[in-house]
């Protein structure tokens, strides 16, 4: 009885180190960023294990180009902007998303949205 539970533990093991392909991987990482569960909560349905996570977690944001340190704005005429679009100002966060402005968003809702910034 000792050397099969010793054997069960050598195929258990090996079973449980998963090995995921690139494109596994970036899928993964996909869900997880567009998700709303924690990390714990993700790797749990996704069996995977917290390590490894946070690993490629950490690997994403080391290959990621660094944000440019100079910021700036550049005026752009309302009617220019205009055009035959909906909105009137569009604005385009760090981390890659974009806000557009109708005219008469009001200025407290904008606030809101630019404080994350």
């Known amino acids: 009885m000792g050397w099969q539970a010793g054997v069960m533990r050598s195929r258990s093991w090996s079973v449980a180190r998963r090995r995921f392909s690139p494109a596994e991987r970036v899928g993964l990482l996909t869900e997880y ?12 349905q996704n ?16 290959a990621a180009p660094a944000p440019s340190k100079a910021m700036g704005f550049a005026e752009l005429p309302l009617a220019q902007a205009l055009g035959a679009a909906r909105w009137t100002a569009e604005i385009v966060r760090p981390d890659g998303w974009i806000v557009r402005l109708a005219h008469d ?13």
């Open 33 to 44: 960023h567009g998700g709303r569960l924690t990390q714990r909560e993700f790797v749990e």
């Open 105 to 117: 968003a009001p200025a407290g809702w904008v606030a809101q949205l630019l404080r994350p910034c």
């Open 47 to 62: 069996d995977l294990s917290l390590a490894t996570l946070t690993k490629w977690l950490r690997q994403e944001r080391e």
